[in-house]
């Protein structure tokens, strides 16, 4: 089975479509979060990711902050610009697809127990036996993730951590899964 895996969109849906192209084969589509604030075409996204079928997808914290129940004013000015200006562009049809989206899920594929969510807490100060440590704390063989934009893989023991990196950077991946990971492949247009 192939799965893609695309993060941090942003809006962005010159790169979104491209990398649509590239991923036709993909039997499974998985999106991590941060698809709307931040770029100029927040509704072509949505109108263009509406026709596809998406197999997981996770809340960002973007996302987490077109919602209604999010108070904006704990934002910077250009955060609370960006997210009037996504709102002002979005319809009532995006607002029920993200209040219905996950925070985290837990799926299988095969025997691989796979864990989504958007920030797991990576910062450049944090030392790789810390994460690899976070790692082992989930009872995940594959742990996705999205949030820094940076394209990273990390395996540990038979973990594997994978952040596809942002689709608005032309960043995606590429999962092959069996009976476990068989390969992954870190993409950029």
């Known amino acids: 089975m ?10 962005e849906f010159g790169k979104l479509k491209m990398i649509l192209d590239q991923i036709q084969g993909a039997d ?9 604030v931040g770029g100029d075409f927040p509704s072509a996204c949505w ?7 998406i197999d997981i997808q996770i809340l960002g914290n973007t996302d987490e902050w077109l919602l209604e129940s999010f108070d904006i004013s704990s934002l910077d000015m250009h955060c609370r610009q960006e997210v009037l200006a996504a709102k002002a562009k979005l319809n009532a049809s995006v607002m029920a697809s993200l ?6 899920k ?17 910062t450049k100060d944090l030392s790789l036996a810390l994460i690899e440590q976070r790692m082992h704390d989930y009872p995940a063989d594959l742990i996705l993730c999205g949030h820094t934009h940076q394209p990273m893989m990390l395996q540990s023991k038979d ?9 608005n950077q032309g960043c995606y991946a590429l999962i092959e899964i069996g009976e476990r990971v068989e390969n992954v492949s870190l993409r950029r247009l």
């Open 106 to 122: 837990k799926w299988r594929v095969g025997k691989c127990n796979i864990f989504c969510i958007h920030d797991f807490k990576i």
């Open 159 to 167: 973990k594997i951590l994978l952040n596809p990196g942002a689709v």
């Open 47 to 53: 109108t263009l990711l509406k026709t596809l079928k």
């Open 99 to 104: 209040r219905a989206a996950d925070n985290e």
């Open 2 to 11: 192939k799965i893609a895996v695309l993060s941090d969109i942003h809006g």
């Open 28 to 36: 499974k589509l998985v999106l991590l979060g941060d698809l709307y």
